[in-house]
């Protein structure tokens, strides 16, 4: 058998292994009259230590789906999981180790792993994931995605403070490009959390970041919504209409809006725009606005 056979086979070997090791951790579990059991993992496996095994793996990504084999001078079997891998030498599964993904993945490869997570909907793993590559980029004040990104996590589960702090965290990063969009997260974030001083203030220091991001307008739009502050709600949502009117979620709080207001004649047009994605003429989106005006006169 040839060299390239060799390895081969000793993957897919290796893939069993680390399989059976995973189930044999999930059948001690229901051992004992499903008595709580601690797994026990080790510094030193097959005759490499904790600390060279680190070595060995240096730089290198797993994927969080499937286990792996490698042949070499010392060959392994590993499991990834979200925060840490497993991983045994030279055959000796009955002596796994765990090694943080910090301590040897990359930035980018943990990040994809947190990508993965959150493509499944498992945003649990995804912010276990998250954790391990805001540890490791602890002493930099760059990679401003890496806080954007848990915060999107801990938003998904429900966790706002921890959201709001990443995406403060984001903002102050130096590489940040999207100020703007950091701080109508954390903005957003705050007004869940019953603080829309905060939020406010926030939002308006987004448009001193980018005096035109439509994002920022577009959210001031729900924030003084919120706040039953309507006049004020449709103002920002045509001004946003008026610089872009490609800006389809616009479209569609105005069609709330009219429809709220007892208009009958523009929310099926304005959501026409907003599903079908198509921009409202400069005539009728003018025509629009002066009844939405007229509006809320009469509601005054």
């Not at 701080?183 to 926030?202: E, H, K, R, S």
Request: proline share 4%; glycine share 6%.
């Amino acid at each position: 058998m040839d060299k390239k056979n060799q390895e081969e086979n000793f993957g897919r070997q290796y893939d069993m292994e680390a399989e059976d090791f995973c189930e044999e951790e999930d059948d001690e579990e229901l051992d004992e009259d499903d008595e709580e059991k601690e797994f026990v993992f080790y510094e030193e496996s097959g005759g490499v230590t904790k600390e060279q095994a680190i070595e060995i793996i240096q730089g290198l990504s797993f994927s969080p789906d499937a286990p792996m084999g490698v042949v070499g001078s010392n060959d392994y079997g590993i499991a990834s999981f979200p925060n840490f891998v497993l991983i045994f030498f030279n055959g000796d599964k009955e002596h796994p180790m765990q090694i943080e993904k910090r301590l040897f993945m990359p930035l980018q490869g943990i990040m994809q792993n947190v990508g993965f997570y959150m493509a499944q909907g498992d945003f649990e793993a995804a912010a276990d994931c998250v954790v391990e590559a805001i540890e490791k980029n602890a002493d930099s004040n760059e990679n401003w995605g890496i806080y954007c990104t848990a915060g999107e996590i801990f938003w998904k589960l429900r966790e706002m403070e921890l959201a709001s702090n990443m995406f403060m965290r984001a903002y102050q990063c130096s590489d940040c490009d999207q100020k703007a969009h950091v701080l109508c997260q954390a903005a957003a974030t705050y007004c869940i959390m019953q603080n829309p001083n905060v939020g406010f203030a926030l939002y308006h220091e987004a448009l001193q970041e980018e005096p035109e991001n439509l994002e920022a307008l577009h959210d001031l739009g729900g924030f003084h919504w919120d706040m039953g502050e309507v006049d004020k709600a449709a103002e920002y949502y045509f001004s946003v209409l008026k610089k872009e009117p490609t800006y389809y979620a616009s479209y569609e709080e105005l069609s709330n809006l009219f429809a709220q207001l007892g208009n009958t004649v523009w929310p099926k047009p304005f959501m026409d725009c907003f599903e079908q994605e198509h921009a409202l003429a400069p005539d009728k989106l003018a025509a629009a606005e002066a009844d939405m005006l007229a509006l809320l006169k009469e509601k005054q």
